[in-house]
């Protein structure tokens, strides 16, 4: 009944929730990749490296919101979310040597 699932996402079918929770990770580091995309414009910084990164970063979202809807196996999950995380860790690192140097 519409009253039932209204109050609460723990009532939806698991695959609605799968697709909630994805859509909603999208949310969290990814902001720290906004704002260094936007620093990086200010900043006019840019170049082969960044691009990549910032591209291999965008991927490894895609994939690991694909895995969470589908299978979600969480070792490959997990896999998949610490590579975006060390081409953002890298990124970052990269856009402050262009930046300061």
Excluded: C
């Excluded at 082969?48 to 994939?63: D, F, H, I, P």
């Excluded at 979600?72 to 140097?101: H, K, S």
Aim: net charge positive; proline share 4%; charged share 10%.
């Amino acid at each position: 009944r519409p009253r039932d699932i209204a109050l609460g996402q723990r009532n939806w079918p698991k695959s609605v929730q799968q697709v909630s929770n994805a859509f909603n990770n999208q949310w969290e580091s990814p902001t720290l990749f906004y704002a260094g995309v936007a620093f990086a414009m200010l900043a006019g910084a840019g170049g082969g490296l960044l691009v990549g990164l910032a591209w291999l970063y965008v991927a490894t979202r895609v994939v690991h919101a694909l895995i969470y809807v589908t299978t979600n196996t969480i070792p490959l999950r997990f896999a998949v979310f610490i590579a975006g995380f060390a081409a953002l860790a890298v990124f970052w690192g990269a856009l402050a040597a262009q930046a300061l140097g």
